[in-house]
């Protein structure tokens, strides 16, 4: 959620910001379809919070990291489990009822960068290449999927440096 969070900041501070880089996230709002499966998602961890986090955790990450990557995701699904589940719901709520701001990216003056995933399920490379077209940012690209910061920790920091 941390690009929606900076996207919204940028909205109202963006003249105190120099540069604003979007990590495995995006500027547009959910659709439809997403925000359906929001709903279904906050169903479903009012009934089984246990079974909603397993299986977020599965759609998060490509399978080679499932192989690759068994104790982070173990540990990340512990966190979580700590997280209430009002806590839970409401932040699925908060991104299903986020509004589109690309807009707001477009007319950012600072440096504008998006880093995604080739293989991201969440927010499909098709999806930041547009973006990045639309708003005119760099678009870098590392192997792998919506966890950037776990499957290609190395990459990213190389990008960033």
Known sequence: MGG???????????????????????????????????DRGARIVSENKKAFIGNIMNLLFIERSHRNYTSEIAQLKKEAMGFS???IIAAIQGMR?????????????????IICGDEDP???FSISKEIAAATNSQLKVLNGGHMSWIENLTELLKLCT
């Not at 701001?101 to 504008?112: A, D, I, M, P, S």
């Open 122 to 124: 969440v927010v499909p």
């Open 97 to 113: 009822d986020r509004p589109d701001r690309t807009k707001v990216f477009q007319n950012f003056k600072g440096e504008k960068t």
């Open 4 to 38: 929606y969070v900076g996207l919204a900041f940028l909205e109202t501070h963006g003249d105190n910001v120099a540069g604003f880089t979007l990590l495995n996230s995006t500027t547009k709002k959910d659709t439809l379809e997403q925000k359906r499966n929001r």
């Open 85 to 87: 589940k009002e806590g």
